[in-house]
């Protein structure tokens, strides 16, 4: 790769080796188990792992888990699940945050023992008082001139579960004047009789974020601790930490810009929300761009993969059109789902002309694009399920489809003229009459005159029925989270479930397999909801795109 063409966090890097700071890479991605993860995740676990694997460096899975009171073995597990299937491979480097509390109380007591930390009385609220503005400084600490001593000894007695919950903390002893309110005798420790779900009960006191990440990466052998940029500010703190505890061959913290979607949400909080509200299907609702979500409703690692690449790293805000994402699903489907015949808003097609009880096989390739995907023959007869919408009784200009007089090719068949149609008393149309030329049928070379349209089809007779799942995005985010009364802004349109007539092959599909429903998307066999023989079918996205590819 050029040097021009590499990002700014692959420019970091290199002038690292060049100069020494480092001689090897090591990244790694480190949720917090606090809930499952997103898109915005996956861009930090492919940028994680992909800068390690480019420089021959390595990488890792750690979970800080140092806040017990959210945190769950379930997401614990769930996150893994997420980031093997991105194929980010951690090998043995899977890491808590919760197996370096013993250090990370050695490194305090030796903050305290430099004078660098001390014990304070002060109760949550006196510490965000005395903490000053971005326009003032803040005031000592009353305790911040405690002996060495008497800290040792308060710090211990808070770890021996002597004092209640928030009744001490650790501070660091920094510098209450510094513009950067993140310094100013930021707390490193905190009192809180909590189960852990990896420690139990050993620790009645918890350390910080800002005290206990730049640890765990230093701990691990980390050299670039890539994050997003809320953490820019905390980066002095980050350093004061490192370098205090006196770490040899410190890491350095780099920052990017966040990963937002258009129109849908992604934040950690939002999603738990709809899940506790019960307005999803769990964590993994194919309407969620959780990385379960995302997996379930048909998504492959690779189309997730080239859709951040495209996004590209920068340390500017701003949101990625949610149809890149779509178009990178596509993209990466195209060539690899059979097409498959599948009618979802069906109405009766009779060709009056074909004769009554007769049928045919018909080849129908799997796939123009990929002829490895070979062919298969279906069944084509008199009566036919076609869509709703490709006949109309008065078509407007550009209509190409079924109308009365109009000639239209329906796919891998015969070209057939509508003739008629039938209605019922409340004036619904019930069947559309058609007649066929059999001079015309697919594949025999007829030359004779052409067609504006082509439709699909299945045959009535043996075409199977299919739960099949269309989505909307469920939260706009242009249109705003909440209404007025705080309740969420929902998409009353973001699930809509249709009983499908389709190809009797498609009866054999197992979950996660994926086809191309001719005209109508690309689609995935439900892991949760479909029965042996009785598939449930997940719109993955549909064909229609709105995106252009940006031009560089
Ligand atoms: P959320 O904001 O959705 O609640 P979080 O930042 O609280 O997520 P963490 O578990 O703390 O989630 O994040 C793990 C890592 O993923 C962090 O390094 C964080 O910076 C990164 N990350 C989180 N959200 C995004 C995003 N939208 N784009 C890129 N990276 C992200
Ligand atoms: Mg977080």
């Not at 059109?321 to 779509?326: H, I, K, S, V």
């Not at 059979?338 to 060709?351: C, E, G, S, T």
């Not at 109308?403 to 068949?413: K, S, W």
């Not at 007779?461 to 739960?467: E, I, Q, R």
Request: charged share 30%.
């Amino acid at each position: 790769m050029s040097k021009e063409n590499k990002n700014f966090i692959e420019q970091f890097i290199d002038k690292d080796l060049e100069d020494g700071v480092y001689d090897r890479v090591q990244t790694r991605f480190p949720p917090e188990p606090n809930g499952y993860l997103h898109i915005g995740h996956a861009k930090s676990i492919l940028l994680n792992y992909g800068i390690a694997q480019e420089y021959g460096g390595k990488f890792a899975l750690r979970f800080d888990d140092t806040n017990p009171e959210k945190e769950k073995i379930e997401f614990v597990e769930s996150i893994i699940e997420d980031v093997k299937w991105l194929g980010a491979d951690y090998e043995d480097r899977l890491f808590f945050a919760s197996d370096y509390f013993d250090e990370m109380y050695e490194i305090a007591i030796k903050l305290i023992k430099k004078g660098k930390a001390y014990v304070s009385d002060l109760t949550a609220d006196e510490i965000r008082e005395y903490r000053g503005t971005l326009t003032e400084p803040g005031k000592n600490d009353p305790n911040r001139d405690r002996s060495i001593e008497e800290n040792l000894e308060l710090f211990t007695a808070m770890k021996e579960g002597k004092f209640q919950d928030g009744e001490k903390t650790l501070r660091a002893k920094i510098d209450m004047a510094s513009p950067n309110i993140n310094m100013r005798d930021p707390i490193l420790y905190r009192v809180a009789h909590l189960t852990h779900h990896n420690t139990g009960d050993k620790w009645c006191i918890y350390p910080m974020y800002d005290y206990a990440h730049p640890l765990e990466d230093a701990i691990e052998g980390t050299t670039h601790s890539i994050c997003t940029l809320e953490f820019e500010d905390h980066r002095p703190l980050y350093d004061w930490v490192v370098r205090e505890a006196e770490f040899k061959m410190p890491p350095r913290q780099i920052e990017f810009s966040k990963l937002y979607l258009t129109n849908v949400v992604t934040g950690k909080r939002y999603i738990k929300r709809l899940v506790e509200e019960g307005i999803v299907d769990g964590w993994d609702d194919p309407r969620l761009v959780s990385i379960s979500g995302l997996r379930r409703r048909g998504v492959t690692p690779s189309a997730i993969k080239s859709f951040v690449e495209m996004a590209g790293i920068s340390k500017s805000q701003g949101s990625a059109d949610y149809a890149m994402l779509e178009y990178c699903i596509r993209e990466d489907l195209k060539p690899s789902c059979k097409r498959m015949l599948a009618v979802l808003d069906p109405i009766k097609l009779v060709i009056d002309n074909y004769p009554e009880g007769q049928t045919e096989e018909l080849p129908a390739p799997n796939n123009l694009e990929n002829p490895e995907l070979g062919e298969r023959t279906i069944t084509f007869g008199r009566e036919l399920w076609i869509e709703r919408e490709d006949f109309m009784e008065e078509a407007p200009k550009k209509y190409y489809r079924l109308y009365p007089g109009n000639e239209v090719r329906l796919m891998y068949a015969y070209f057939v003229t509508c003739t008629g149609f039938e209605k019922d008393e409340n004036g619904n149309i019930t069947v559309v009459h058609a007649t066929y030329d059999p001079e015309t049928k697919s594949g025999s070379g007829f030359e004779g005159r052409k067609v504006k349209g082509t439709i699909h089809w299945v045959h009535a007779a043996d075409a199977k029925t299919a739960k099949v799942r269309l989505y909307e995005n469920l939260i706009d985010e242009e249109k705003g989270v909440y209404n007025e009364d705080g309740s969420l802004n929902l998409n009353p349109q973001s699930l809509i479930e249709k009983e499908a007539f389709v190809e009797p092959a498609l009866m054999e599909a197992k979950p996660f397999d994926r086809f191309q429903f001719v005209r109508n998307g690309f689609f995935c066999v439900d892991f949760k909801d479909s029965k042996e023989g009785a598939p449930v079918f997940n719109r993955i996205v549909s064909l229609k795109s709105s995106f252009k590819l940006p031009k560089d």
